[in-house]
């Protein structure tokens, strides 16, 4: 599922059902309602630290797929419809890309297990469309101009132990 690459992980290419059964927060109908990216098939995968998209049938639903040492752990994200168009920088806690307000969204998931079904839920800020990993090697340019003067490798090395932290925040 994944390998080791510059010391940092990548995600290998997965089935639909390989993501479909890596979900920890989520219940088997949402899981089933999913809606795959609409390139699924053309994923730049070599360039992936997560696998991350919006569901293009319920935009306001996000889904991310992290490889970790024990596997796959897939969960499902929320966030607010778009209001009125905000002014000013945002910066995404994942990557630290910055970017327009409106291009960085506050991302909301169920805890997994007994704490998800009493309600409890985790957040934090994300690239709005979940592309972190395009972000910071340079294969999608936000329209902020970057000031971080670090390499994409150890911008990967922190994305990875930010993705761990979320995830760890999501499993407890």
Not at 9 to 32: G, H, R, Y
Not at 107 to 129: P, Q, W
């Amino acid at each position: 599922m994944t390998r080791q690459e510059d010391r940092r992980t990548i995600v290998q290419p997965l089935s639909a059902d390989e993501i479909k059964a890596s979900f920890v927060n989520s219940s088997k109908s949402l899981v089933k309602a999913m809606t795959l990216p609409r390139d699924f098939g053309e994923l730049p995968w070599e360039s992936l630290d997560y696998l991350g998209w919006r569901d293009p049938k319920a935009p306001a639903r996000g889904y991310l797929v992290v490889p970790r040492e024990d596997g796959l752990t897939g969960i499902a994200v929320n966030t607010a419809a778009t209001g009125k168009p905000r002014r000013g920088t945002g910066l995404c806690d994942l990557c630290h890309t910055a970017h327009q307000l409106t291009d960085v969204s506050l991302f909301v998931a169920r805890r997994a297990g007994a704490a998800g079904k009493a309600g409890n839920t985790v957040g934090t800020y994300i690239c709005a469309d979940l592309a972190c990993s395009l972000y910071l090697r340079g294969l999608r340019d936000p329209e902020v101009p970057q000031g971080e003067t670090v390499g994409p490798e150890i911008r990967s090395e922190r994305l990875a132990e930010r993705l761990e932290t979320f995830v760890g925040r999501v499993l407890i």
